[in-house]
């Protein structure tokens, strides 16, 4: 785990420099009084994180042979953490969630102060609707931040379509998200196409990609090769363990209520594996439970008992184990610095085994 600690913490600092910088350089556009509360709530949203996403880029962009200090790579690569917080503000939404890191989410604070201020209609629908332009704002604003980072032009151009396939990505894995739930039951291959999707290829592959063809200013077969076997096993693995700490996860250090994807009905993989395995009863109270929003302690305890009794919790953390393993190995061949290989091994390890 030093290595991994040594990576990110390499990174960590200037890329909030970065985002402090660029968010000062908007504050003139954004500057009315009024918007105040907008501005407070994005830079919030900014703040903490193991910034995992600019880690991926940077290493990629280390292990093509690019510079280690210039400073434009992390202002790219910063660029994601907008990305990142305009998901998490738009997901908050979509789930109804009440806090994100141990905060009110962006539509209970808006909505809360649309009630402290005895403001006219509904303050749900004006604090969904505030959070919905936050996180426009902060998507248009990672588009800004990549474009205006510094790097050379022909970087950036090379890199374009990969910057762009990552924004659509993630809006698809939104919605296939959604419509797991919708249908109400899932199946391991449409689990694991949520896991990639949703988080896998924006949060590990795409990131790596990036950072990758933006040293060498082009595509390579070894470079997607990389990505796809390196990149893809981390980012399902990633998510993997994200469906893990979203049920069984410390509330203190997830800043998530206990069993709160419970209560959201999402049809991961340790859900999908759970049904497959349960017994007729078990089955019964996970499809009656599971996605009650009401849903107490107890309740969440049971299901916790069934996932784990039916060895669901077992299996996932073996997949976790195996998606590692086989990434790990992945690096052995791969045609980058020494120094981007151990980093990337050690960030692997950060991914999947984090705790919040």
Same mark, same amino acid.
């Given at each position: 785990?030093?290595?991994? *600690? ?5 990174i960590r600092t200037e890329v909030e420099r970065s985002l402090r910088r660029f968010v000062d350089r908007q504050r003139p556009q954004v ?6 509360? *907008? ?53 908050? *939404? ?40 936050l996180g426009n704002l902060m998507l248009i604003w990672s588009g800004e931040m990549w474009r205006t980072s510094g790097l050379r032009p ?189 980093a990337l091994a050690g960030l692997a390890v950060a991914a999947t085994s984090r705790r919040t």
């Amino acid at each position: 785990m030093i290595a991994s *600690v040594a990576a990110l913490d390499l990174i960590r600092t200037e890329v909030e420099r970065s985002l402090r910088r660029f968010v000062d350089r908007q504050r003139p556009q954004v500057g009315a009084p009024e918007l105040a509360p *907008v501005v407070a709530a994005a830079e919030d949203f900014l703040s903490g994180g193991k910034r995992l996403r600019p880690a991926f880029c940077y290493w990629g962009w280390r292990g093509a042979g690019g510079d280690a200090d210039d400073p434009a790579i992390f202002a790219a690569a910063a660029s994601l953490e907008l990305l990142q917080a305009s998901a998490l503000v738009h997901d908050d *939404v979509m789930d109804a969630s009440d806090l994100r890191r141990g905060m009110p989410s962006a539509h209970r604070r808006f909505e809360e102060l649309h009630r402290k201020a005895g403001w006219r209609g509904s303050a749900e629908q004006f604090g969904e609707g505030a959070a919905i332009l936050l996180g426009n704002l902060m998507l248009i604003w990672s588009g800004e931040m990549w474009r205006t980072s510094g790097l050379r032009p022909a970087s950036l151009e090379a890199a374009q379509q990969v910057y762009d396939d990552m924004r659509t990505e993630l809006m698809c894995g939104q919605y296939l998200d959604l419509l797991e739930q919708a249908h109400g039951e899932n199946t391991f291959d449409s689990a694991l196409r949520v896991a990639l999707f949703k988080s896998g290829k924006y949060s590990v592959e795409q990131p790596l990609r990036l950072g990758l063809v933006l040293a060498a200013q082009g595509r390579r077969p070894w470079i997607d090769r990389l990505c796809e076997d390196y990149g893809r096993c981390v980012g399902i693995a990633f998510q993997l363990r994200d469906d893990v700490l979203g049920v069984f996860g410390d509330p203190e250090e997830t800043g998530k209520p206990a069993g709160d994807d419970l209560r959201e009905g999402k049809r991961t993989m340790l859900i999908a594996r759970t049904l497959a395995a349960a017994s007729p009863e078990q089955a019964a109270v996970v499809r009656d439970t599971l996605g009650d929003p009401e849903l107490d302690a107890a309740g969440v305890d049971r299901l916790r008992q069934i996932i784990e009794e039916t060895g669901a919790l077992a299996a996932c953390e073996e997949m976790i184990k195996a998606y590692l393993e086989e990434a790990l190995v992945s690096l052995e061949g791969s045609p980058i610095a020494d120094d981007a290989r151990a980093a990337l091994a050690g960030l692997a390890v950060a991914a999947t085994s984090r705790r919040t």
